[in-house]
């Protein structure tokens, strides 16, 4: 059994507590943003975020970092990407050497353009940072709904304790090395999916999501090889998979907003009715920018920021995408 200390009880931080505890592990859930009257209420009706989900007793819950950081073998960090800077600030003077943080959440940084995992190992360089992706909603995964995911880490070792901690017969985990490559399709997942959801709100029909998602992770990936990461990590579960249910998804806060959007809200408005924090809008802008960056060609990412921060309009987008000019699918391959 090993103890356990997650960061942050939304709805993805609960359904990993959940599925930590009936792993056999003690757990601790911080909620760093109620007070100590709102933390007993939660701890009296065991429901957080997640709808038609009871806490079980055994999960302690609590709005204290100390308790949830000392002494603990794991560190998961649930809080939404945006938050993750002033989350370590605060988690720092209770983190001892080598203690191994996982990062589950998905984003670039705007500015700095740094990954969940290189601020984890800029902030507290002395832990062991580590990050758990792929298509794994919350709401499936808190009913044990089978889902499959995949750690990245720097060491072999680290990744194995790790899938050995979140494994279960219904959740299933794969190791990687790639940790950055794992973290770029995270982030630029939710961008895409944010056209799929403005396509859906257009009344665009299946072809044009499938059109996205293809040719998203084309962009996804081009980027990633320029920046070093491994190409079949696109086309894994924290790439090609996690895109999918993005796009595709009742539970996507992405392509809900997106879908708003499309419908002819604002971004604030659309924001406001997601009533989440949508990692898309955030990534959004540093995705472009690692674009220009790498002198990467990304025309999705690059029209889902002139829609989000430069007032275009989404039918103006899909048709500036679909009249492109002609060109193969793919540069390299020759004919006979």
Not at 22 to 39: A, C, R
Not at 123 to 140: F, M, Q, R, T, Y
Not at 205 to 212: C, I, M, R, S, W
């Amino acid at each position: 059994m090993a103890e356990v200390g997650i960061i942050g009880a939304g709805s993805w931080g609960t359904a990993l507590a959940i599925l930590l505890q009936k792993n056999g592990h003690q757990v601790t859930l911080v909620s760093p943003t109620k007070n100590d009257e709102q933390i007993r209420e939660i701890c009296k009706k065991r429901i957080t975020k997640l709808p038609d989900v009871h806490v079980p007793e055994e999960i302690l819950i609590t709005n204290q970092f100390q308790p949830a950081i000392e002494g603990k073998d794991v560190l998961v960090l649930a809080s939404p990407s945006p938050y993750t800077r002033p989350m370590l600030k605060k988690m720092k003077p209770f983190v001892r050497e080598e203690q191994k943080i996982v990062t589950v959440a998905k984003g670039i940084e705007a500015g700095t353009l740094l990954n969940q995992t290189q601020i984890i190992q800029q902030e507290i360089p002395w832990s062991d940072a580590a990050v758990l992706s792929g298509p794994s909603h919350a709401e499936e995964v808190s009913k044990g709904l089978p889902t499959t995911c995949v750690i990245g880490a720097k060491t072999r070792q680290t990744a194995e304790e790790l899938q050995n901690l979140f494994m279960s017969p219904r959740f299933r985990v794969y190791t990687s090395p790639d940790m950055d490559g794992i973290e770029l399709s995270g982030s630029m997942k939710n961008v895409i999916a944010l056209a799929a959801g403005v396509a859906d709100g257009l009344g665009c029909g299946d072809n044009t999501k499938a059109a996205l998602i293809t040719r998203g992770i084309a962009e996804i990936a081009r980027l990633g090889l320029a920046m070093g990461c491994r190409a079949e990590t696109f086309w894994g579960l924290s790439g090609i998979g996690d895109l999918i249910v993005t796009c595709a998804s009742v539970h996507s806060r992405n392509r809900k907003a997106g879908y708003l959007i499309g419908k002819g809200y604002t971004v604030e408005a659309a924001m406001r009715e997601v009533n989440m924090v949508v990692e898309g809008v955030h990534s959004a802008k540093a995705g472009w920018e690692l674009s220009e960056k790498y002198e990467i060609e990304t025309p999705i990412i690059e029209q889902v920021n002139q829609v989000l921060f430069e007032e275009k309009s989404p039918e103006d987008a899909l048709k500036e995408l679909m009249l492109r000019d002609k060109k193969m699918e793919y540069d390299r391959q020759l004919w006979d």
